[in-house]
């Protein structure tokens, strides 16, 4: 196997961590509030990643004039993307929630053009007009339950607010590695989120998982599906062009997918299918043809 086709498979294993983060995030959340999963993934994330982080030397040449930066990175990225990520999944379900969420580089590229002026190809526009297509099958016709349609807009917020979070990364990226902008900005998301999961501890008779199986999916989507998969992702972006590697960001719903109807039971309509092929073939074309916004987007974007 050559150096690229490791790459290859480094990135898919990490994306299928990904899509596997949301079925162990809505197992988790079934006897868990939702906020205390937030602060228990990103703190144990922070705990895992900061140390790293220090130790490259990353941190220490963080200048005071790009702390506010730093700050909203955290605050949109993590406190209140994977928020209303996981509030949409605990409402839709791990299935729809990672494919909602999938539409990230679709969202990246319109504001790249708006924000960064980016020049946008009309095949762009037509990879962004299929995907965006797509999602408006998948609200408009959600699987049985009574929140879904709720879950999924909350998931289509998550997924504007990761779109801005990388925007805002962007300039981050350009002076520092992903792995000081990714640490500092889950410590952020997680001191931002802190209180809000404190009120929510209070308030539950059921604050914290309460068996050792709850505790291994505490560690998958904070040790494994941080740490573990960001070191897989950024290594193989060290050895596959971004047009190229990003498109096995999509490995992340499929298996998202597939595992919330194995695993959970989870029910899909006939048009989140089609709506999520559609999406699927819409995020594969922007991403191809995104190249530094792929980039950026793929070596922060951890589920």
């Keep these: 196997m050559n150096t690229t086709a490791k790459g290859l498979v480094a990135l898919g294993i990490a994306s299928a961590i990904w899509g596997g983060m949301y079925v162990a995030s809505d197992a988790l959340m079934r006897t868990v509030p939702p906020l205390v999963v937030l602060e228990l993934r990103e703190g144990i994330s922070a705990v895992i990643l900061l ?17 506010p930066g730093f700050v909203a990175a955290g605050a949109i990225g993590f406190a209140g993307s994977v928020g209303f990520q996981f509030y949409g999944t605990d409402l839709a379900g791990a299935a729809l ?8 580089p679709v969202l990246i590229a319109v504001l790249g053009a708006l924000v ?15 995907a965006l297509a797509g999602m408006t099958i998948v609200v408009g016709t ?30 981050l990226l ?16 997680a001191l931002t989120s802190l209180p809000f999961a404190a009120v929510s501890f209070a308030n539950s ?5 309460l068996t050792v199986f709850g505790w291994m ?26 047009s190229r590697g990003g498109v096995m960001l999509l490995v992340q719903p499929l298996v998202g997918v597939l ?33 530094k916004l792929a980039l950026s987007s793929t070596e922060t974007h951890l589920g």
């Design 217 to 242: 999916e505490v560690g998958y989507i904070s040790a494994v599906g941080m740490a573990f998969a960001f070191f897989l992702w950024i290594w193989g972006f060290k050895h596959v062009e971004a």
């Design 116 to 130: 960064l002026k980016e020049e946008v190809p009309i095949r762009r526009w037509v990879s962004i007009a299929i």
């Design 142 to 171: 959600p699987a049985p339950g009574k929140n879904v349609r709720s879950g999924v807009l909350l998931l289509l917020v998550a997924a504007l607010a990761w779109s801005i979070y990388t925007i805002v990364s962007t300039k």
């Design 97 to 104: 929630g990672s494919l909602v969420t999938a539409s990230s």
């Design 51 to 67: 140390p790293l982080a220090l130790k490259e030397g990353g941190i220490l040449r963080i200048k005071r004039s790009e702390f």
């Design 259 to 291: 595992l919330g109807v194995l695993i959970l039971g989870e029910r899909i309509s006939s048009g989140t299918v089609i709506g999520g092929t559609l999406v699927c073939i819409g995020v594969t074309f922007a991403i191809i043809s995104t190249k």
């Design 174 to 189: 350009e002076r520092h590695s992903a792995l000081t902008v990714v640490s500092v900005a889950c410590s952020v998301g």
């Design 205 to 209: 008779s059921h604050p914290l998982p």
